[in-house]
């Protein structure tokens, strides 16, 4: 795309590279998977239970195999962009979720419920989250961080604004009407919006028309160097990192989830309910500024240790706020902490065991966390139910959170293994 402005009485010529809208078409593709994700669903908790007379461990227990079965809808879904394109994948992806969540609004019994949970797992928080991050990995190789930032910041921001957008639209007209919108968005919006944006075409973000995989190529060799995945899941630096992404994944699908009952066990309505994921999305995304800057400066394992304390110390104060200040301070730690979470969680696994066998090592850290992110709400449900209160699981967790902390502290991280000699040449770009 090239824009036009005159300066100084000079006609001006800026190409702006067209992946840039791509990264913005991600970033809302990722805002529409919300009906499918944990805190997505935690905005019609309350309102769904009562109107199915569903009790929370049942619920609990539904979202337990809908989060664990729904994870296969990933597999496949990065063999059909690179087949047929990102541009006809997410229009139909996008179509069928807001067919589904239409039809969730009007479910009437349990297994016609289960069974919507189920998809939207499956086809909102799985197969849309893989296209949308893959679009931008498919369009930029040079730039891609200045690209990942920049999907950070922008699904942040869409976060922030459909959260309180549709609690507020959930306490004036009900989770059925509310459900029943976004469905009908996503397919009379994101669905349109994504055949009219997406391109076929996949282009080096240099600004020429080189394939992706001509420059793949010239990192071949970087690609051999590090532990294959069977040596990296034997380390102890492993299991401290996939461990502790998983108790977090566990503690905010389980909080997701029960949020609004959890702080109404505190005294505090819906609204400050809505107020905190406003607080906790947007220190979230300074988390991941902050954990982006700190990555190259301290050590790995001390960040970490850091991150789960800070987590392990929102569990503790959790059962005990008793004003707005106090609710969001805790938000505002959680945030945090997540947000640091989640950049040592893509960046620890290359630095510490280089990328030979990257994806299965991240794969058994990410099955690891699914595992957990689906037990969350269950725990709490079953804490809830026999004691009346969601303090004590609260405690376990951070005394089992504090506890991950400090082992993070007694490891080092391995060094990545050299890559094995190779004859490989690095090919030339032509002038």
Known sequence: MIVEFEAGGCLSRVRIYYGWRIVGLAALAMVGTLPGRTQGLGLITEPLLADLSLDRVGYAGLNFWATIIGAAGAIGVGRLIDRFGARIVLTIIAAMLGAIVCAMSQVTTVVALAV????????????????????????????????????????????????????????????????????????????????????????????????????????????????????????????????????????????????????????????????????????????????????????????????????????????????????????TAMGLGGGLVMVLFFSVWPAAFGRRHLGQIQGAAQSLTVLASALGPLLLAWCVDVTGSYATMFRILAGVIAVTAGTALLVDLPRPALAPPSNMTTPQRAS
């Open 116 to 331: 919507a949970l189920l998809l939207t797992r499956a086809v909102g928080q799985s197969a849309l989250s893989v296209v949308s991050i893959a679009m931008v990995g498919h369009w930029f190789v040079r730039r891609i961080n200045a690209a990942m930032a920049a999907y950070s910041l922008a699904l942040s921001v869409g976060f922030m604004i459909a959260f309180p957008m549709i609690g507020a639209l959930v306490q004036q007209r009900g989770w059925r009407f509310a459900w029943l919108a976004i469905g009908i968005a996503l397919f009379l919006v994101l669905a349109p919006v994504s055949w009219l944006v997406a391109r076929r075409q996949r282009h080096d973000d240099s600004g020429d028309e080189r394939d992706v995989e001509t420059l793949d190529a010239r990192e071949g060799a970087a690609a051999l160097s590090g532990h294959a995945w069977t040596e990296a899941i034997s380390t102890p630096a492993f299991w401290v990192f996939a461990i502790g992404t998983a108790l977090y994944g566990l503690v905010a699908s389980g909080i997701g989830l029960f949020n609004e009952s959890i702080l109404a066990e505190r005294g505090f309505g819906p609204a400050v309910y809505y107020q905190t994921l406003v607080v906790t999305a947007m220190t979230a995304l300074a988390g991941n500024f902050l954990g982006g800057w700190l990555a190259t400066r301290v050590p790995l394992t001390r960040l970490m240790a850091v991150s789960l304390v800070v987590l392990a110390g929102g569990l503790v104060v959790l059962p005990h706020v008793s004003s707005i200040g106090a609710v969001t301070a805790w938000a």
